[in-house]
């Protein structure tokens, strides 16, 4: 079978790269067919079926270079290993949360991100859960924002279970707040992707926005806020009820965690383990199961999970 493909809605730059050398990449990827590139255009020979595939593929990178104006190594990984019709499907609308510092559009980039963006419009608590790098933390806080900007909640709380992980408290230096601060930098990093840094200041010392160990909740009614409780696999089945039930008439709440990444005393349960299967299936609690497919840090980290995963089953 000959089939020719014409690239019409991108700059091909954008999909062939520098010197041909990303539509080298691709065409290394399909052995099977002989593949000519010149200008905008493509002459695809060879089997049926992995043609349409080929044209299929090609149809995806187009899709998501249009969506984001560009196509990364790691980002071209992964769609390879998506299903096209799928991405294709969800390109429509939605896919930006908000606009951050410098204008920068903060999207939902994968279809579990995207699932989690529409639950947290029909819901009122959500559970993300999933292994590191999936951005789960970081769409969360994006909603939280959002949230806040639209004026839709009048505060943020942005929680984590002071646990160390193979470190002791104790011996760090400084008062309790520099202590815990190295422990809630994630957060704080994706705050300064999305508020201005006086306005953000302006935030924190407000109360607006709250950075706070989970122990600090206790005793609360969170109300008329967006809380979300961050590294969730670290909290005891006790600290889950605690922080659960402060929940105000008004709020919103997300929890993210990662099963895999307990560093709780082996004797004691997480909560968050606990918690899946305690609250499934109770209306207006939803859950979103993120994966290998939604990594967006380097392509090692996708495969370092693969194969921790491989080495527990």
Do not use: W
């Amino acid at each position: 079978m000959e089939e020719n493909y014409t690239i019409k809605e991108i700059d091909p730059l954008l999909l062939f790269g520098a010197n041909n050398q990303r539509i080298k990449q691709i065409i290394k990827l399909f052995p099977k067919l002989k593949i000519v590139a010149r200008g905008n255009n493509l002459k695809i020979n060879g089997n049926e079926e992995e043609v349409i595939r080929f044209t299929n593929k090609l149809d995806l990178f187009v899709a998501h270079i249009l969506r984001y104006g560009a196509l990364t190594e790691n980002q071209l990984e992964r769609l390879m290993e998506e299903d096209a019709q799928e991405i294709v499907q969800n390109t429509s609308g939605g896919e930006i949360i908000l606009h951050g510092v410098g204008g920068k559009a903060i999207k939902a980039q994968t279809s579990n991100q995207r699932k989690m963006v529409s639950a947290m419009k029909k819901n009122d608590l959500l559970f993300a859960v999933g292994p590191a790098g999936t951005g789960k933390t970081y769409t969360a806080v994006a909603l939280a924002v959002e949230a806040l900007k639209n004026k839709k909640v009048k505060r943020i709380i942005l929680t984590r279970p002071a646990v160390e992980a193979g470190e002791n408290l104790g011996f760090l230096p400084g008062d309790l707040k520099e202590k815990l601060d190295p422990y809630m930098q994630p957060l704080y990093d994706a705050l300064r992707d999305m508020i201005p840094a006086e306005k953000l200041k302006d935030f924190l010392e407000s109360g607006v926005i709250e950075v706070a160990p989970l122990a600090f909740m206790r005793g609360r009614t969170l109300d008329k806020a967006y809380c979300i409780m961050d590294e969730a696999q670290n909290a005891t089945e006790g600290q889950f009820r605690m922080f659960l039930t402060r929940m105000g008439k008004s709020a919103k709440f997300i929890v993210t965690g990662d099963v895999t990444q307990i560093d709780l005393p082996k004797k004691q349960t997480s909560g968050l383990t606990h918690c899946i299967h305690l609250l499934k299936g109770i209306q207006g609690i939803e859950f979103v199961q993120l994966d290998g497919k939604d990594v967006i840090r380097h392509k090692l980290v996708k495969k370092i999970i693969e194969a921790y995963d491989k080495n527990e089953q």
